[in-house]
């Protein structure tokens, strides 16, 4: 199973929005609505931020918001602010019973 | 707080043994699958495996890459599950995390543990 496909870096000046994209398969991305984002700053454990293509955990701000079609998903983030920089990566159930993860993409707030 | 903890990392040499360890803290294991994922120094997050509830009779899953030299586990007071590595490999060494999945719901990981370092070296 190869790794999602995501942009290796993103950047974007407070209070604009960016997208980061997540390019799968119809075995993996495309196939089903279990697509999650994830957010890991240096040294931390990674944190759920967008589950099952666009559901937010409570506790996450609605800046963050997460949709498909065909076999992408991406995840957006408006209003950027200073906190957002960090690595994002994108997580999705495959047809072979197993996950896999994206490649990550490290956002930068200019 | 609902927490993981992970324990038993360490450095070892390759084609050796370890066995790490995920408690749950401020809840029970039960209805959850627990998934292990690791993360090379610098490297981007890597799913290892699963180990579904009892509901699923704790069903285990592996990504293919590791042909067979890993075993995820649990034990039936529903308090730990683990993650038994065998044959280690220096590309082997990087933070393994674990993480929650509620088993009869959607797919979110979360909470995951802090994380707990492998290192294969001689």
């Known amino acids: 199973q190869s790794a999602l496909t995501q942009p290796a870096s993103v950047s974007g000046s407070p209070g604009q929005s960016i997208t980061i994209s997540c390019t799968g398969t119809s075995s993996d991305v495309g196939g089903y609505n279990f697509v999650a984002w994830y957010q890991q700053h240096p040294g931390k454990a990674p944190k759920l931020m967008i589950y099952d293509v666009n559901n937010r955990p409570s506790g996450v701000s609605n800046r963050f918001s997460g949709s498909k079609s065909g076999n992408t998903a991406s995840l957006t983030i408006s209003g950027l602010q200073a906190e957002d920089e960090a690595d994002y990566y994108c997580n999705s159930y495959t047809s072979s019973n197993t996950y896999v993860f994206g490649t990550g993409t490290e956002v930068t707030v200019l | 707080e609902m927490q993981l903890v992970e324990s038993g990392g360490g450095l070892v040499q390759p084609g050796g043994s370890l066995k790490l360890s995920c408690a749950a803290s401020g809840f029970t294991l039960s209805g959850s699958a627990i998934h292990w994922v690791r993360q090379a120094h610098g490297k981007g997050l890597e799913w290892v495996g699963r180990?579904?509830?009892?509901?699923?009779?704790?069903?285990?899953g592996y990504s293919a890459s590791l042909k067979g030299r890993f075993t995820i586990s649990r034990d039936e007071s529903e308090t730990t599950a683990y993650l038994e590595m065998n044959s280690l490999r220096i590309e082997d060494t990087a933070v393994y995390y674990c993480a929650r999945q509620i088993d009869t719901a959607d797919r979110r990981f979360d909470p995951w543990g802090q994380g707990t370092l492998v290192t294969v070296s001689s």
């Open positions: 180990v579904r509830s009892k509901h699923y009779n704790y069903a285990t």
